[in-house]
């Protein structure tokens, strides 16, 4: 990645937009004081690819300016020839914008080949891009202030983390673990193998049992098969037996359950004997009704008689209790008219009372608005005496300051003479004067207030005495209004009694008008009851009378229903010849069905017999189900046969089994051996070693030119420096002043940065044939047998394509670098085995 172009604003230090043009420049340098913005330059391309910094990756809204509402980057960068913009914008509030441009060419006016949105997609494309992360960014491409003497100053594992991201190394990781997955699936099938040549000789040594069960099983079931059909006759007459005895089993039942339900010859007498009774009981019980029904017909119209000679008892009830209610109500009426009398008495006194009590209130009050008045002429007078002796005061001092000739002070007239002096004005007197009137004047008021307050209430008292004397006035008219209207009352309810019930106590006469007709009205109910009664007892003997007649008509139906159950219909004759006629038909079919009986279970005696003896031929118990046993021969018959195909199946199947167990067991040799050599501690630890050692030498050109040839590094891979000053000292990174240790430092960083800018590592001595070309015809050989020991020189190691067929499969598996990864020069695609000399070493 080569950056060509950066602009920024609104981000850390540059609040205002500013571009950096980097094209054309292969080294450049950033100077400035401090805090003029280098950082924030490395910073802006690092946050334009991954969105944040080495020093701010969560908090990115804290690298907006201060000044600024939004922070915008735009990176436009070269990889592998492909012009690429990316830019960010940050805000302070809502969310940020990335967008990723792929441009057809370096013109900010040219077309945009791919777009790319979103901060996951466009963080995945640039990762693809650059072929790393923002870790490795970090740690090679941008190493951040005093991150270039940590680097000089740690240890091989420290270093070798930055040397295997920077140079893609990480792969071999991948490489390492998908050897180990395809040694265990070799392992696997070699374990399946085994299994398989263990069921092998298990299967030859079981071939012969196999086919002998086989035909020992076809030959039973062909032996079962040819009893089938007379076993199925002998079943056939059984099942016709046992039809004829399930036959006269079940008319046998019949002819008992039918009988059950016939009733006998007592039943049906006392079924008739009951409806004759029932009858005879009707008849009597309806002539007792009718008697009974003249007698409560006479008993009713002498009641009536006498309630038309009396009269409507009820009306005169009525009279007499509202004649006791108006002689209660004339009492009350009375009594209310009393008291309404003594509370007028009592509203007159109080009048003349309080009326009494307002006049002398009144004045009372007038006595005090006389004194009130006075004291305010006291009051008066005294502030004039008072105004009077203020005016001669300021008289005597203006005299003391005026002088004959000059301007007075207060008109600023010339003064023709000073006046003579009069006596001196006794203002204090006045004063005192004008303080007793005021108190004076302030108690007669307050006086004067009390008085009037007074006089208020008591008038008040006395207009609502008179007031009550006017209600209770009005009280006692009503009183008397309501005595006479209910003494007239009284008098016309007691003259409208003596015209109905004639002269005397009305209540007296009422009473024995009551009476009488009392006495007619229970002769009438007692005939009511009667009548009742002889109904009660008609109804009686006619439900009997019902139930008998229903008890008849239910036996006439359980009989017919019995002649029905045995299929015939019932004879019109009573229910006594019905019934005998009934019972004698069943005894005779209960005789037949017992002798069908005895002759089906004969039948099946002598086919059970037949049966056992053909069972017993073939080897079977008289009671097996033939069926039964033909369906588990053919199945034994069927697993015999499939068994003995089966073993004959995996015989056939081991025929090659040798051959692919020795493909297995060299599968997986080869693999085992693949998954040693990439084990971190050899082959990847030779190439790093490597490049710590190409690092160490081309820092070691750069530090000699940074210090004119005084100090460069060691030609191991220990990045030891050489003191040359010092007779060619060697000192460890740890012994460097501040200033060696910057040169140093700045030295590693300009090294790594030319081994990263070149894309080279020890890889590029890796090359790929997909032919032979020009190998030898032993190595051809060697390639062939899938194990390849080819040492070309120290630093060549040779990878060879195998087309043996037989390889394929763990070849296929091999996880390999990309070919289109950015370390382009080490390409290893599948199909490749990675070979090692014959010493073992990588």
């Not at 079943?235 to 019949?254: I, N, V, Y």
């Not at 008591?458 to 207009?463: E, G, K, L």
């Not at 005495?465 to 008397?480: F, N, P, T």
């Not at 382009?824 to 090692?836: D, E, F, M, N, Q």
Request: charged share 30%; proline share 2%.
């Amino acid at each position: 990645m080569r950056p060509r172009e950066l602009t920024i604003r609104g981000f850390r230090s540059y609040r205002d937009e500013v571009t950096f043009d980097l094209r054309d420049r292969r080294l450049v340098g950033v100077v400035g004081p401090i805090g003029s913005g280098k950082s924030t330059i490395l910073d802006a391309i690092a946050f334009a690819l991954f969105g944040k910094t080495p020093r701010v990756q969560r908090e990115t809204r804290t690298l907006i300016n201060q000044l600024a509402d939004a922070a915008h980057i735009q990176l436009t960068f070269e990889v592998d020839g492909a012009v690429w913009r990316v830019t960010r914008v940050l805000k302070r509030k809502g969310q940020g914008q990335v967008q990723l441009v792929r441009l057809a060419t370096d013109d900010p006016e040219a077309g945009h080949e791919e777009v790319v949105l979103l901060e996951r997609p466009v963080r995945e494309r640039i990762e693809q891009l650059l072929g790393m992360d923002f870790d490795t960014f970090g740690r090679s491409v941008l190493l951040a202030q005093n991150r270039f003497a940590e680097f000089l100053l740690a240890s091989d594992a420290p270093r070798n983390a930055v040397l295997k991201g920077v140079f893609g190394y990480e792969r071999f990781d991948a490489a390492l673990g998908a050897t180990r997955e395809h040694v265990a699936r070799a392992e696997t099938s070699v374990a399946v193998l085994d299994a398989d040549g263990a069921r092998l000789l298990q299967a030859r040594a079981d071939l012969d049992a196999a086919r002998t069960a086989a035909r020992d099983a076809t030959a039973r079931r062909d032996a079962v098969a040819a009893l089938v059909p007379t076993i199925d006759g002998l079943d056939a007459e059984a099942a016709a037996a046992a039809d004829r005895a399930q036959r006269a089993e079940e008319e046998l039942t019949l002819m008992k359950k039918v009988s059950a339900g016939v009733p006998d010859d007592d039943a049906v007498a006392a079924v008739l004997v009951a409806v004759s009774a029932a009858e005879r009981d009707v008849g009597t019980a309806t002539d007792e009704a009718d008697t009974a029904s003249h007698e409560r017909q006479g008993a009713d119209a002498a009641r009536d008689a006498a309630a038309e000679r009396i009269g409507d008892l009820r009306a005169f009830a009525d009279l007499v209790a509202q004649m006791n209610v108006q002689a209660s109500a004339v009492t009350a009426a009375g009594a209310a008219f009393s008291r309404a009398t003594d509370a007028l008495k009592t509203a007159d006194q109080v009048a003349t009372r309080t009326a009494s009590a307002s006049d002398t209130a009144a004045a009372a009050a007038s006595s005090a608005a006389t004194v009130l008045a006075g004291a305010a002429d006291a009051v008066i007078a005294a502030d004039e005496a008072l105004h009077a002796a203020q005016h001669a005061e300021m008289a005597t001092t203006l005299r003391r300051s005026l002088v004959a000739g000059e301007p007075c002070p207060v008109c600023r007239q010339p003064v023709p003479a000073k006046p003579r002096a009069t006596g001196a004005p006794g203002i204090r007197g006045a004063e005192r004067a004008r303080a007793t009137a005021g108190a004076r004047h302030d108690k007669a008021a307050k006086a004067h207030e009390r008085a009037t307050a007074a006089a208020v209430k008591a008038a008040a008292q006395a207009s609502a005495a008179i007031v009550e004397r006017d209600r209770a006035a009005a009280a006692l008219d009503e009183a008397g209004s309501v005595v006479r209207t209910t003494e007239a009352e009284l008098a016309a309810t007691q003259s409208a009694l003596v015209d109905q019930l004639g002269d005397g106590d009305p209540a007296a006469l009422l009473d024995e008008r009551q009476a009488e007709l009392r006495e007619a009205d229970a002769v009438a109910r007692a005939a009511a009851e009667r009548e009742r009664a002889a109904r009660d007892t008609l109804d009686t003997s006619r439900r009997r009378a019902g139930d008998a007649t229903a008890r008849v008509a239910t036996v006439r139906e359980r009989l017919a229903a019995a002649w029905g159950a045995l299929g015939a219909d019932a004879p019109d004759v009573d229910v006594a010849e019905a019934a005998a006629r009934l019972r004698r038909l069943l005894e005779d079919r209960a005789d037949a069905a017992t002798g069908e009986r005895v002759t089906a279970a004969q039948a099946a005696d002598d086919v059970a017999h037949r049966r056992a003896a053909a069972l017993e031929s073939t080897g079977l118990d008289p009671d097996a189900d033939v069926a039964g046993v033909l369906t588990q021969a053919e199945v034994k018959a069927a697993e015999a046969a499939e068994r003995a195909h089966s073993v004959e199946r995996t015989v056939q199947a081991g025929a090659d089994l040798s051959e692919r167990m020795d493909a297995a067991r060299t599968d997986l040799a080869l693999a085992r051996r693949l998954r040693d050599d990439l084990q971190p501690s050899r082959f990847l630890a030779w190439l790093l070693g490597e490049e710590r050692a190409a690092l160490a030498e081309l820092a070691s050109v750069h530090l000699e030119l940074l210090t004119d040839g005084d100090y460069r590094f060691t030609d191991d891979e220990t990045f030891h420096i050489v003191d040359v000053n010092a007779g060619g000292t060697v000192r460890a990174p740890e012994s460097l002043s501040g200033g060696e240790t910057f040169l140093a430092s700045l030295a590693l960083a300009l090294a790594l940065a030319e081994m990263v800018t070149r894309g080279g590592s020890r890889l590029d001595s890796f090359f790929l044939d997909e032919g032979f070309g020009s190998l030898d015809p032993e190595h051809i050989e060697l390639a062939m047998r899938g194990v390849e020991h080819l040492v070309t020189g120290a630093d060549r190691l040779v990878v060879l394509v195998s087309h043996v067929e037989q390889m394929h499969t763990l070849i296929e598996d091999l996880i390999v670098l990309d070919k289109d990864d950015a370390t382009a020069s080490s390409r290893i695609v599948s199909g490749a085995a990675l070979a090692s000399d014959q010493r073992g070493t990588t």
